[in-house]
């Protein structure tokens, strides 16, 4: 047999595979992005299998720089993958067996695949989420202190897209905020599952040889090895979990897009996002697409679709390892790919929106935004709410008849509604007056929001300290 040729199981088999089947079971040309992982565990597997003398220190001398060679030869672009090797761990280890002979031949004794697999996927997305993470924060301090800066300016808040109640455009930024942070802590609590570790189930049910899990699990930085080895090799929930951490981001990314693809457009024109974050027509000189959010929200849609596949890979699947799960590697670095990409293009753009407070706070004011301040005002003076509601109603049908918002008509003209209405009135039809009003936690009052950005600005604080 040649040297390329897989020769690990090569004893039972009586003719070479065939060809195709050769190329449509091979894994080797997405699962190399694993190599750095796959390194590290088998390094750890043989440090472990030193310490309890079932190799010698030398044996694990050899294995470690042979593989730290290996490493190197890998970023150096050297490597020579093969396909008839199958995947990165028949890749490596035969290479380590070229290198040091017969002791690369060795490392493999008290594993197997299926837990070095499943070992390296979950450090892979161990330190995927930890890159996720740090791009989050960014995003969300950026948010955090626009927001901040933006706790002043008025815009119309909307139910069903129509013009509701004015609030402050740091108070819309905010609720995108807190979006995040359940975001963030679905993220950590991922985290928690994906940091356990499978090596040493084996094939399925552990193996005959004195090893010992917890000083692997804490070399490789695990919080624990695995409880049960059949699960270990076979679960895959932590992906989906990933993945579905990732679906909930982008629903809401591509929420946040939708709004600023809007308020990029003509009819809105409400902010400016900088040239750089846009892209022209070929055909139309005058355009300038906000393709950064645009795009975005197209990417939701490939996440969402990962999220199925890996449910649906899953499904039925009996115990314990199935190569099936061969399957799981594609849809989640396109996952960790896209969220990554989609994080670092907002955290990179949120700062650098700039709102057209003027044509904000011009929408706000049209479309009766102040009616519930009337209404409320109304019951402050002993009118019942739902009476005070009629009265307003009416207030507004004049409005729109006469072209006045409620701020711009004369006390009489309001008093043919309500001789409860005093000059006083104008304290609460003015937009300002309206927000400062709701004067709460959680509530739109400029001094709210400046309050809730610091809030959470402390927790973003604990949470770098943590990360
Ligand atoms: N390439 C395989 C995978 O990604 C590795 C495990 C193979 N195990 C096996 N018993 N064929 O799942």
């Not at 002043?152 to 819309?172: C, R, S, Y």
């Not at 094939?203 to 004195?210: H, I, N, S």
Request: net charge negative; charged share 25%; hydrophobic share 40%.
């Amino acid at each position: 047999m040649s040297q390329a040729t897989n020769q690990s199981w090569g004893g039972r088999f009586s003719e070479p595979t065939d060809a195709f089947v050769e190329r449509f079971t091979a894994s080797v040309s997405f699962d190399q992005r694993l190599a750095a992982q796959d390194i590290r565990g088998s390094m750890a597997h043989a440090t472990m299998l030193a310490r309890v003398g079932v190799l010698t220190d030398d044996e694990r001398e050899a294995i470690v720089t042979g593989l730290s060679e290996i490493r190197d030869e890998i970023e150096r672009g050297e490597f020579q993958w093969s396909v008839p090797l199958e995947d990165v761990h028949m890749n490596i280890e035969a290479r380590l067996t070229d290198k040091i002979g017969i002791t690369g031949k060795k490392l493999h004794t008290g594993r197997s695949r299926n837990d070095q697999v499943a070992t390296d996927i979950r450090l892979f997305m161990r330190d995927a989420i930890d890159a996720i993470e740090v791009e989050l924060i960014r995003l969300r301090e950026g948010m955090v202190a626009l927001a901040d800066r933006e706790a002043d300016t008025i815009m119309p808040g909307f139910t069903h897209l129509q013009t509701a109640q004015p609030v402050t455009f740091g108070h819309h930024l905010l609720a995108w905020q807190e979006m995040l942070a359940r975001d963030h802590e679905r993220l950590l609590d991922c985290r928690k599952r994906v940091n356990v570790m499978p090596l040493g189930a084996a094939a399925l049910a552990g193996t005959t040889y004195p090893i010992d899990r917890h000083v692997t699990a804490e070399l490789l930085g695990f919080n624990r090895p695995a409880e049960n080895s059949l699960d270990a090799v076979s679960d895959r929930d932590f992906a989906i979990e990933f993945v579905s951490f990732a679906s909930i981001l982008l629903m809401h990314m591509s929420r946040m897009s939708e709004e600023l693809v809007l308020w990029t457009s003509a009819q809105f024109d409400f902010i400016d996002l900088p040239d750089r974050f846009c892209t022209g027509s070929s055909i139309m000189p005058q355009k300038k697409n906000p393709d950064v959010p645009e795009l975005v929200r197209g990417k939701t849609g490939r996440v969402y679709g990962h999220l199925m596949g890996l449910l649906t890979l899953m499904k039925s699947q009996p115990l314990a390892y199935n190569k099936d799960n061969q399957e799981d590697k594609e849809p989640l670095f396109d996952a960790v790919d896209t969220v990554g990409d989609c994080l670092k293009a907002f955290a990179d753009m949120v700062p650098a929106i700039e709102p057209k407070k003027v044509n904000m706070f011009e929408a706000a004011r049209k479309g009766f935004s102040t009616a519930t301040d009337l209404a409320d005002y109304l019951v402050r003076k002993g009118v019942a709410f739902r009476d005070a509601h009629e009265i307003v109603g009416e207030s507004v049908a004049y409005g729109l008849k006469e072209e006045k918002d409620l701020s711009e008509m004369s006390l009489d003209e309001l008093r043919q509604f309500s001789q409860v209405i005093e000059s006083d009135v104008f304290e609460v039809l003015t937009l300002e007056g309206s927000v400062a009003a709701r004067n709460h936690i959680g509530g739109t009052a400029p001094d709210q929001v400046r309050a809730a950005a610091q809030r959470a600005r402390e927790a973003l604080a604990v949470l770098k300290d943590q990360a």
